[in-house]
């Protein structure tokens, strides 16, 4: 049973105890409460853990957020060669890196041009300030007629001084005191430019781009046996058989963790193959009924929680509807199966990693491996997009694990394509109730619940070691339990309060406490499904209203960007008040404001529905996107185009395929995503406000881009669909066409029943 | 046992078993780290390669196999200092985000050019679309591939 909705008293009662447990914070903090410092400042505060200024006149920057193909390496060498005057080309990045860089947590959450961003621009500012005073001395002139260009300090008379001459009494080991000023937008020349991308010369032409291409002296190859199902246990295997095997160096068993070492990687992948031949697994926990999932789900033990409450009469002759909308779990399905290096040396550990966090991932694998923090080094060097928390950190602690039994060996270790589909963390099913009314036009009320599995069960949890090997140590470790992530972040309610200016609305979280199927951050968390269904009840209750959806969403507005937004979309999309879709075509809107607080973005989507096989193709899609101030604007429209094609993805094409027994998506064939013959141009529009705070981006379009295409389709048949992603079979059912053929994505792949959970099928 | 093979107009010799994946002996005998592991089931196209001109999976394709052979992996097309206008055009596009399906692309769109020297955009989608792309970089890929071939023409 759920726990009952929360009376108000008890909602705020409850925020009371938040409160009491934030005033316990361990006192040394209270007593010597240092200066409230902008960006990642605040937590890493010395100028060096930022800048270095070389003899040369170069400069290195450290920043704890990572590259995973959304350009934030470019465009913070952007901001900190914009702030010192030095010319791009002269700016060093080292990115993630426990042994030097600062510790900034996640990449996660479109928040490093927000948090990694300001703390370079700020210091970037000071350090410049700082140097041109030591070029002030130096000259014996006043600071303040000195100028800088690229890197070189000017004085009126002609004469000059380097940024590297000065490098050497530059004491940048002191305190940020944010207190310069950095330089007005207007005089930006690198800030605002799209400059290219550092990371791609050498991924177009072969170079050592990724972690998967690193080859330390004397490496070997690993990989890993997962077992049959979530929590079988391991009861004996042919390790004889396995040791015989060309090139085995070691077979790695701990507990209910296996795997393998070998001097070649095709011998590691064929030693992988016969292991899970001749392994024997039993018991293990079933997943839900693919049939009944959202009604199992959300029977499940929850955590609830009233997150937004407005109060107002309904207005006698309200016109009440309501909707409930489902998203299954999704996968990351990144094109790269998960890799990671590790070596052990001299009770030391250094593990590179394309992880989204190597210092919470570098505290839970000291906690698992009982280690100290200081013994192991992450590095990231990158992989391929992740979109979230994919097996990036779990890939790192089985690779730890097989190079700490070869002592002294590097180990690489690359997951295979199942190993991924079947064992990363997905984004979780959700399911989304909505009920709401109109009386003249308006909005006049809304209550909105949404129930999901937690979206963030990534290493750093202080009471849980998230990572998947450790589960299956002899000294099994347990995962952390599920967590409410306060707004305007939030989690599961991520975008789950209406941006919408409504009179009265209750929105609540139910948090899902138990895990059937491992889930944790997929890009957007919740508001991918909160945005579609917030949005699908929108043009609901437009049309129960009578009034054009575009219209209807400007009327609820008082934001005046939000309202730009909008109306930058409906012109570029020639949107015709009142439109309407011809049975086959058709086109819907989606709006929101990411986070609440993030970039505003707006979606109109075209679709062409095919009636008789039931497939839903996008044509033609528009967007618009205010990310505040545009720090490059080639590579914001390749995060927003790239966010609404995946999307489009989603929508049209993704579901994890299970059963009771386990996953079934283990490759592409059974998780099928949107290929190139099927994308559509995008058109892009962008509203630079270079006077505004710069917003994070990566996540935006997501959420308008579901609901455009779901609004789209009702728009073009007249029927709803209220649970994603739009199959063919639903597509089918909904307009009530006879079935024909078997449908694109629902096909069931032939895959070994495993019906004697004994044997790992194959 | 000795494998004599020519790869990106070379002869090299490797030390591997016959049906040892292509794949394996490119990145780790060989030290090439263009041609990557996707999916090793030939469904995504991150392996690609050239083989006597054509695009093929390097993943299923035994080394022993294509003995005598030409092999062409994106190295083998330009270099930073001389890149081919495929390389030229994927950088003047900014055509990645996460770049890892990128070699695959462009060996795809080599044998594509090799075939069809002035593609439409059809043509591109067509030739491209059993090679998977995550990051919905498509459109720049497409454009990429669009600009190589003019400026390949006016060459």
Redesign the interface.
């Given at each position: 049973m759920n726990a009952p909705h929360l009376p108000r008293r008890e909602f705020i009662t409850a925020l009371g105890g938040i409160v009491l447990s934030f005033s316990l914070a361990p006192k040394i903090l209270l007593a010597q409460t240092p200066a409230q410092l902008p960006g990642s400042l605040q937590t890493n505060r010395t100028l060096d853990a930022w800048l270095r200024i070389n003899a040369d006149g170069s400069v290195t920057v450290f920043t704890g957020k990572v590259e995973?193909?959304?350009?934030i390496v470019t465009a913070l060498a952007q901001i900190a060669a914009e702030e010192l005057d030095v010319p791009l080309a002269r700016v060093t990045m080292i990115s993630g890196d426990t042994g030097r860089t600062p510790n900034e947590g996640q990449t996660a959450g479109s928040q490093s041009i927000e948090q990694s961003g300001t703390a370079l621009r700020m210091a970037g500012a000071e350090v410049r300030a700082l140097l041109v005073d030591l070029a002030a001395v130096k000259l014996g002139v006043a600071a303040d007629t000195l100028k800088v260009t690229d890197g070189v300090i000017h004085a009126p008379d002609g004469r000059k001084v380097g940024y590297g001459e000065l490098a050497a009494q530059a004491d940048l080991k002191r305190e940020a005191t944010a207190k310069v000023r950095p330089k007005p937008p207007a005089q930006h020349k690198i800030v605002g430019k799209?400059a290219?991308?550092r990371?791609?010369?050498?991924?177009?032409?072969?170079?050592?781009?990724?972690v998967?291409?690193m080859?330390l002296p004397g490496m070997v190859h690993g990989r890993v046996v997962r077992p049959p199902r979530y929590g079988a246990r391991l009861d004996n295997f042919d390790e004889a058989r396995i040791k015989a095997m060309p090139g085995v160096i070691a077979v790695v068993r701990d507990g209910n963790f296996l795997g393998v070492v070998a001097k070649?990687?095709?011998q590691a992948?064929n030693a992988r193959l016969v292991l899970i031949e001749f392994s024997k697994w039993s018991g293990g926990s079933e997943l839900p009924d693919p049939a009944k999932m959202y009604e199992q789900l959300m029977s499940l033990r929850s955590e609830d929680r009233v997150i937004s409450e407005k109060d107002a009469p309904v207005p006698a002759g309200a016109k009440a509807i309501e909707a409930t909308y489902h998203r299954p779990y999704q996968a990351h399905?990144?094109?790269?199966?998960s890799c990671a290096l590790a070596e052990f040396k001299d009770g030391k550990l250094a593990v590179w990693t394309h992880s989204q966090g190597v210092f919470p991932l570098r505290a839970t694998i000291a906690r698992a491996l009982g280690m100290q923090p200081r013994d192991i080094r992450c590095i990231h060097a990158?992989?391929?997009?992740c979109?979230g928390h994919n097996g990036a950190d779990d890939v790192a602690f089985d690779a730890a694990m097989l190079a700490r039994a070869v002592n002294g060996r590097p180990v690489r270790l690359?997951w295979?394509?199942d190993d991924e589909f079947k064992w990363e963390p997905y984004g979780p099913a959700m399911t989304m109730k909505v009920k709401g009314a109109v009386a003249g036009g308006r909005v006049v009320d809304w209550t909105y619940d949404v129930w999901s599995q937690s979206h963030n069960m990534r290493p750093g949890d202080p009471d849980g070691i998230n990572l998947l090997g450790s589960w299956y140590l002899a000294d099994a470790k347990q995962p952390g339990p599920a967590r409410h992530a306060a707004q305007p972040n939030g989690a599961g309610d991520r975008n789950a309060i209406t941006l919408y200016d409504f009179p009265r609305q209750r929105t609540t979280h139910h948090l899902i406490m138990d895990n059937p199927v491992r889930t944790s951050a997929l890009r957007t968390l919740g508001a991918y499904a909160n945005v579609f269904a917030i949005e699908s009840f929108m043009d609901e209750l437009a049309a129960a209203a009578g009034i054009d959806p575009v219209a209807f969403r400007l009327a609820h507005i008082r934001d005046e960007r939000e309202r730009a937004v909008i109306e930058a979309v409906a012109r570029a999309a020639a949107w015709k008040p009142g439109e309407k879709g011809d049975g086959r075509r058709g086109r819907g809107i989606g709006y929101a404001r990411y986070k609440t607080v993030a970039t505003y973005t707006a979606v109109i989507a075209e679709v062409e529905v095919n009636r008789t096989t039931g497939i839903v193709k996008v044509p033609r899609i528009w967007v618009a996107a205010d990310a505040g101030q545009i720090i490059n604007p080639?590579g914001l429209t390749?995060?927003i185009?790239?966010?609404?094609?995946?999307s489009m993805?989603w929508t049209l094409h993704e579901h994890v395929r299970f059963d009771r027994n386990g996953i079934l998506s283990e490759?592409?064939?059974n998780y099928p995503?949107l290929?190139?013959?099927d994308?559509p141009?995008?058109q892009t529009v962008l509203i630079d406000r270079p006077n505004e705070r710069a917003l994070g981006a990566g996540e935006a379009a997501q959420g308008p881009t579901a609901a455009a295409i779901a609004n789209a389709f009702a728009a073009a048949t007249g029927k709803r669909l209220r649970e994603l992603p739009l199959t063919p079979e639903r597509v089918k059912a909904a307009l009530g066409s006879p079935l024909v053929g078997t449908p694109l994505n629902t096909v069931r792949y032939p895959v070994d029943a495993a019906s004697d959970f004994g044997e790992q099928g194959r | 046992m000795a494998i004599s093979l020519k790869i990106n107009g070379a002869t090299r010799s490797v030390d591997?078993?016959p049906d040892?994946?292509l794949l394996?002996v490119l990145?780790?005998d060989l030290?090439?780290?263009?041609a990557?592991?996707?999916?090793?089931?030939t469904?995504?196209g991150?392996c690609t390669v050239l083989v006597n001109g054509a695009a093929r999976r390097s993943c299923v394709t035994p080394v022993g196999s294509i003995e005598g052979n030409e092999v062409t992996?994106?190295?083998g097309l330009?270099?930073?200092d001389k890149?081919h206008p495929l390389?030229q055009a994927?950088?003047d596009e900014?055509a990645?985000?996460?770049?890892?399906?990128?070699?695959g692309m462009?060996m795809a769109a080599a044998d594509l050019l090799n075939r069809n020297p002035q593609p439409r955009e059809a043509d591109v989608?067509?030739a491209?679309?059993?090679?998977?792309?995550?990051?919905?970089?498509?459109?720049?890929?497409?454009r990429a591939v669009l600009r190589a071939a003019q400026n390949k023409g006016g060459n």
């Amino acid at each position: 049973m759920n726990a009952p909705h929360l009376p108000r008293r008890e909602f705020i009662t409850a925020l009371g105890g938040i409160v009491l447990s934030f005033s316990l914070a361990p006192k040394i903090l209270l007593a010597q409460t240092p200066a409230q410092l902008p960006g990642s400042l605040q937590t890493n505060r010395t100028l060096d853990a930022w800048l270095r200024i070389n003899a040369d006149g170069s400069v290195t920057v450290f920043t704890g957020k990572v590259e995973f193909g959304q350009g934030i390496v470019t465009a913070l060498a952007q901001i900190a060669a914009e702030e010192l005057d030095v010319p791009l080309a002269r700016v060093t990045m080292i990115s993630g890196d426990t042994g030097r860089t600062p510790n900034e947590g996640q990449t996660a959450g479109s928040q490093s041009i927000e948090q990694s961003g300001t703390a370079l621009r700020m210091a970037g500012a000071e350090v410049r300030a700082l140097l041109v005073d030591l070029a002030a001395v130096k000259l014996g002139v006043a600071a303040d007629t000195l100028k800088v260009t690229d890197g070189v300090i000017h004085a009126p008379d002609g004469r000059k001084v380097g940024y590297g001459e000065l490098a050497a009494q530059a004491d940048l080991k002191r305190e940020a005191t944010a207190k310069v000023r950095p330089k007005p937008p207007a005089q930006h020349k690198i800030v605002g430019k799209s400059a290219p991308r550092r990371d791609i010369p050498a991924k177009v032409t072969g170079g050592a781009a990724f972690v998967q291409d690193m080859r330390l002296p004397g490496m070997v190859h690993g990989r890993v046996v997962r077992p049959p199902r979530y929590g079988a246990r391991l009861d004996n295997f042919d390790e004889a058989r396995i040791k015989a095997m060309p090139g085995v160096i070691a077979v790695v068993r701990d507990g209910n963790f296996l795997g393998v070492v070998a001097k070649r990687e095709e011998q590691a992948i064929n030693a992988r193959l016969v292991l899970i031949e001749f392994s024997k697994w039993s018991g293990g926990s079933e997943l839900p009924d693919p049939a009944k999932m959202y009604e199992q789900l959300m029977s499940l033990r929850s955590e609830d929680r009233v997150i937004s409450e407005k109060d107002a009469p309904v207005p006698a002759g309200a016109k009440a509807i309501e909707a409930t909308y489902h998203r299954p779990y999704q996968a990351h399905a990144a094109i790269a199966p998960s890799c990671a290096l590790a070596e052990f040396k001299d009770g030391k550990l250094a593990v590179w990693t394309h992880s989204q966090g190597v210092f919470p991932l570098r505290a839970t694998i000291a906690r698992a491996l009982g280690m100290q923090p200081r013994d192991i080094r992450c590095i990231h060097a990158e992989g391929a997009g992740c979109y979230g928390h994919n097996g990036a950190d779990d890939v790192a602690f089985d690779a730890a694990m097989l190079a700490r039994a070869v002592n002294g060996r590097p180990v690489r270790l690359q997951w295979m394509r199942d190993d991924e589909f079947k064992w990363e963390p997905y984004g979780p099913a959700m399911t989304m109730k909505v009920k709401g009314a109109v009386a003249g036009g308006r909005v006049v009320d809304w209550t909105y619940d949404v129930w999901s599995q937690s979206h963030n069960m990534r290493p750093g949890d202080p009471d849980g070691i998230n990572l998947l090997g450790s589960w299956y140590l002899a000294d099994a470790k347990q995962p952390g339990p599920a967590r409410h992530a306060a707004q305007p972040n939030g989690a599961g309610d991520r975008n789950a309060i209406t941006l919408y200016d409504f009179p009265r609305q209750r929105t609540t979280h139910h948090l899902i406490m138990d895990n059937p199927v491992r889930t944790s951050a997929l890009r957007t968390l919740g508001a991918y499904a909160n945005v579609f269904a917030i949005e699908s009840f929108m043009d609901e209750l437009a049309a129960a209203a009578g009034i054009d959806p575009v219209a209807f969403r400007l009327a609820h507005i008082r934001d005046e960007r939000e309202r730009a937004v909008i109306e930058a979309v409906a012109r570029a999309a020639a949107w015709k008040p009142g439109e309407k879709g011809d049975g086959r075509r058709g086109r819907g809107i989606g709006y929101a404001r990411y986070k609440t607080v993030a970039t505003y973005t707006a979606v109109i989507a075209e679709v062409e529905v095919n009636r008789t096989t039931g497939i839903v193709k996008v044509p033609r899609i528009w967007v618009a996107a205010d990310a505040g101030q545009i720090i490059n604007p080639d590579g914001l429209t390749n995060q927003i185009e790239g966010g609404v094609i995946q999307s489009m993805s989603w929508t049209l094409h993704e579901h994890v395929r299970f059963d009771r027994n386990g996953i079934l998506s283990e490759d592409w064939m059974n998780y099928p995503i949107l290929t190139m013959a099927d994308v559509p141009g995008v058109q892009t529009v962008l509203i630079d406000r270079p006077n505004e705070r710069a917003l994070g981006a990566g996540e935006a379009a997501q959420g308008p881009t579901a609901a455009a295409i779901a609004n789209a389709f009702a728009a073009a048949t007249g029927k709803r669909l209220r649970e994603l992603p739009l199959t063919p079979e639903r597509v089918k059912a909904a307009l009530g066409s006879p079935l024909v053929g078997t449908p694109l994505n629902t096909v069931r792949y032939p895959v070994d029943a495993a019906s004697d959970f004994g044997e790992q099928g194959r | 046992m000795a494998i004599s093979l020519k790869i990106n107009g070379a002869t090299r010799s490797v030390d591997a078993e016959p049906d040892t994946p292509l794949l394996y002996v490119l990145r780790n005998d060989l030290e090439l780290n263009s041609a990557k592991y996707g999916c090793g089931l030939t469904q995504c196209g991150a392996c690609t390669v050239l083989v006597n001109g054509a695009a093929r999976r390097s993943c299923v394709t035994p080394v022993g196999s294509i003995e005598g052979n030409e092999v062409t992996t994106l190295e083998g097309l330009g270099t930073l200092d001389k890149p081919h206008p495929l390389q030229q055009a994927f950088i003047d596009e900014q055509a990645a985000q996460c770049g890892y399906c990128i070699s695959g692309m462009i060996m795809a769109a080599a044998d594509l050019l090799n075939r069809n020297p002035q593609p439409r955009e059809a043509d591109v989608r067509a030739a491209l679309a059993d090679n998977l792309c995550r990051c919905g970089t498509h459109n720049r890929i497409i454009r990429a591939v669009l600009r190589a071939a003019q400026n390949k023409g006016g060459n």
